[in-house]
């Protein structure tokens, strides 16, 4: 019996990689949607901070054909989230309030979720449940790709990476452009490359469409452009010979590249438009006026051009798909308040994403990518396959660190998801000649351990996945290194409320930032914020604000939460809500002092 289990194994190697491959997926998606829903007594998450405002944009495109909500991110995940919302008759959009009329996307979705008389939970379960198929797209197409480049042992080591990263975990199963944005910038790269390898209408129009869907998943795919006119070269200067110059074949395919760029706003231009089309010229003009609000970068010149699209159905959509891009390029330039390892800025820190990057990263991951990045200076590539396969790998991860560490927008580990898929593929380069090769067991033993840590260290951490720091960081000073999406992004609230009813604790002041209402969820509570200086008795406060609280404090002259670092707090919710009971006694014996009095003396 063994033996001809063994031979049909043999045989059959491609069907039962397969089902590996949808056996580790499943795992995935049941690991993803039971974090989110709650599970084992756990509550499940409550909505997180941009839900707020990408929930009821993607309910109104698709029930009313109206993208007046969030133009400054693309429609097409917002509209999939839509797609299951509009299944359920029951649930009752924000056209009712006000918000809507005055184009309102954070109070729609607040009177969305809470107070329309829909059931939140009912909302974030159907408005969840596309982005986590978008995951487990990618995590398919990565398996698929991977086996193609190295072989179906190392897609197999790809795909279980992939499925057991925390942050992947974290953010594909929320109603965020994130992991969306991963699956574009890895389709993008390879329809492109096909388009290079056979120059054929086919593939230049698929390399056109996939380059359009990327950039309707989130912005950020414009990189996409210096990525593949950098890969023109590299492909150019490897195929230089006696038959072709690197002349004549940059041309050949730069014009690859401007056909491709072409109808790809073709696509968007064509997908924009019924998410535009009940929109009126009043509407729309309304629209470009309250969003460019603020943005300095955008010249009253640049504006009246974004209104000359504004008055009819055929280049509306083209005018809105500006206004987006520009309303990202304004944010972007802006720059934010950032928190890192105590360390505060209101503009941005150069060194803020490869610091967040090590500690939200898994251990086994650096290893195997230090490993890697040995293995390429020991063992250079030799073949043109070989340094054709790294340049499709590498040049999407360089550009993209390049331009993310120029920008000012530091507000997550997050925004650093689609060099993921490129990570763990160039790992897989490297894995390639020692998994398929005889011989080098110990190798093959450390790399199995290390697998086998990060699965045990996602496992472990489940299903708190967006406080999810690599071991090298105490659970309980998590909130002293990092904040906002890598930490606290409103998560907790329902479990913050499980704590209190088994505590029967009824009197504390919240000071909650997330996605979520206090008051419906916790009506008992009192709304607190740093401002309010110092109180006693129960006190829960959201780790963002703690920490932003103590900048925001100086500049405006105000209390900051800094009084709260002379305490421990009680319990940690999650990782990101911080709770403290603090006594009468605990104040007369250590007075605070507001930290701008402190700065000015």
Known sequence: MKNKITNWVNKNKKIVTNILAISILLLMFLMAFFS?????????????????????????????????????????????????LNLDQRIKGPEADKSWLNSEQWDSGWYMLYSAGNDPAQILRLARLPIMLVMIILGFFLFRYACKLFGRKVGLIVLILYAFYPDILAHGRLVTTDVASALGFVLGIYYFDRALQVNNRKNIILAGIFLGLAQLFKFSAILL????????????????????????????NFKILIQSFIISLSFIWLAYMPFTWNMTPALEHKVIESNIVGQESLTVSYKNFIHKFENNRITRPLGHYILGVSLVVGRVEGGNDTFILGHQSDKSIKWFFPVAWLLKTPISIILLLLFSITMLFVRKPKTYQDRWTLALILTPLFVYWAITLQGSLNLGIRHLMPTIP???LFIGYTLRPIVTNTGRLLIKIVIAVLIVFMIFSSLRNFPNYIAYFNE??????????LIDSSLDWGQDLLRLKKYLDSNNIKDIKIDYFGGSSVPFYIPTATKWQSSNGPTTGWLAVS??????????????????????????????????????????????????????????K
């Open 422 to 424: 490129f990570v763990l």
């Open 472 to 481: 090298f960081t105490p659970r309980d000073v998590r909130y002293t290194r």
């Open 36 to 84: 989110s829903r709650g599970i084992w007594g756990d509550p499940g998450d409550s909505g997180t901070m941009d839900e707020i405002a990408h929930i009821p944009a993607g309910f109104t495109y698709v029930h009313d054909l109206d993208y007046r909500l969030n133009p400054e991110h693309p429609p097409l995940v917002k509209a999939l989230s839509g797609l299951f």
């Open 225 to 252: 452009l210096p990525i593949f006119f950098i890969l023109i070269m590299i492909k150019a200067f490897l195929d230089r010979g006696v038959n072709a110059s690197f002349k004549q074949l940059f041309w050949q």
């Open 543 to 600: 780790a963002t604000y703690y920490q932003s609280s103590k900048l925001s404090g100086i500049k405006e002259r105000k209390w900051s939460y800094e009084w709260l670092d002379k305490y421990q707090p009680v319990k940690i919710i999650g990782g990101s809500i911080l709770i403290f009971n603090i006594s009468e006694k605990d104040l007369r014996d250590n007075p605070p002092v507001p930290s701008y009095k402190i700065i000015q």
